[in-house]
Every structure is written in structure tokens, then in C-alpha cells.
């Protein structure tokens, strides 16, 4: 099978920009996927009695899923507000990071246009906003993540959280088994336990209303729940 392509003019490679291709295919099979029939048999090869108990099973492992959602989605709210009501404000070298971080990212963006064959003056046009105010939104996510890492800090020292070798060891184990798992250094690795750890704790002190507790409690060392 043949397939006509004309790539774009914009493209990333300008050597190939506006020129017309033709990729060859083959088709080595065609198939349709069938489901099987939902019934008690299948609901034993799942390991369930029945298709009753299937469902129960299915039912419970959704409600746990949203509730795990839930949970990460209130840490996080908890850490951002955490963030947000720090004292003082950030330093020079702060506001250049989060420069520095939202040029590199909105950078990266540009470069993924141009390989997708789109030009970034030509997506800022289409989106109606001109890259100032694209760079202005990587800020705010620049520096709601570094008031983020900023009350991870100043909670953990304040209620006395750090992160032991074996929790390090935990992680790295975890890291290991994930799909895809990049290389990440130590640092890293410390740094998002220790997130992880600031979170939970935020949440278990949370007030009913939502409120993240006021840092400078008494000093423990909780361990990863």
C-alpha cells in the first residue's frame, strides 16, 4: 500500500519542508477484537463466584480509586495554600529560576510545534494570545511550584519530617519496577519522599474547614502512611 505525504513547510527538518513523499505499508493481518460473553464463567476467570461478585469487586476497586484521587488531590490543595500563605517574599535568585524554568518550558513547547510542523507564531496567533502571555502562565506554574518545594521545607523542619535509608531504599525499589522509569537522582528521590511525607502529614492535621496547620508544632519524625 502506497501513502501519499506532503510535509509541511514548516517542518523541522527544512531539507524535507513542502516536499512530497511516498511511505510504502504493508498489512500483515487484520483482525477484530471480540469481547467475551459477561457471564458467570468469565467472572470465574477472573477469581470471583459470579458475575454479582465480579461487579461488587469492580464496584469497590472504583470507589477506592476515587477516594485515592480525592486524598492526593486535597494534599495537593493543602501544599499549594501552604505555599501561598509562606512569609516574605521570594528572592532574586528565586524570581530567576522561575524565569529561567518557564522559558526552558515554553521553550520546549516551541520546539514540539516545530517538529509537529506547526510554527509557535503561527499557535500563538491561533490561540489568540501573544507569547508574553503564554510565558506569563509558565511563571504562575513556575512559582506555585517553588512555594510548593518552599512550605515541603519549612514543614519539614518545623514538625521535624525527614526521610530515612529505608525509605530511600523504598523508593528506590519503586522507581525501579515502574514502566519507563527515568533515571533519578538521589536528591530527587529524597526531595519527592519527603513531598510525599509533607503531604500526608498536612492532610492528617487538616482542620474540618480545609486549613493546612501553621507551622512551628511540636517536633516528630511521622513515618510514610
Not at 464463567?41 to 461478585?53: E, K, L, P, T, V
Request: charged letters at 30%; one cysteine or more.
Amino acid at each position: 500500500m502506497e501513502l501519499p505525504y506532503t510535509y509541511p513547510a514548516g517542518f523541522l527538518l527544512p531539507e524535507l519542508a513542502g516536499k512530497n513523499a511516498v511511505f510504502q505499508s504493508e498489512i500483515h493481518a487484520v483482525s477484530r477484537k471480540t469481547l467475551p460473553a459477561a457471564d458467570d464463567a468469565f467472572a470465574r476467570a477472573q477469581g470471583c463466584a459470579d458475575m454479582a461478585a465480579l461487579r461488587e469487586k469492580l464496584r469497590m476497586a472504583l470507589t477506592e480509586k476515587r477516594a485515592r484521587l480525592a486524598a492526593e488531590s486535597a494534599k495537593t490543595a493543602l501544599l499549594e495554600k501552604a505555599g501561598e500563605n509562606l512569609e516574605g517574599t521570594l528572592t532574586d535568585a528565586q524570581r530567576a529560576e522561575i524565569e529561567r524554568q518557564a522559558e526552558q518550558s515554553l521553550a520546549g513547547q516551541e520546539a514540539a510545534l516545530r517538529a509537529a510542523g506547526e510554527t509557535p507564531e503561527a499557535f500563538y496567533a491561533r490561540t489568540g494570545h501573544a507569547r508574553a502571555w503564554h510565558k506569563a502562565r509558565a511563571e504562575a506554574a513556575a512559582e506555585k511550584q517553588m512555594r510548593a518545594r518552599l512550605a515541603v521545607e519549612a514543614v519539614a523542619r518545623a514538625e521535624d519530617i525527614t526521610v530515612s535509608e529505608e525509605e530511600m531504599r523504598a523508593e528506590q525499589k519503586r522507581i525501579g519496577a515502574a514502566p519507563r522509569a527515568r533515571q533519578t537522582d538521589e536528591s530527587a528521590l529524597r526531595q519527592a519522599v519527603l513531598t510525599r511525607k509533607v503531604k500526608n502529614f498536612l492532610l492528617a492535621h487538616a482542620s474540618i474547614s480545609g486549613a493546612a496547620p501553621a507551622a512551628g508544632g511540636q517536633g516528630r519524625n511521622i513515618s510514610e502512611g
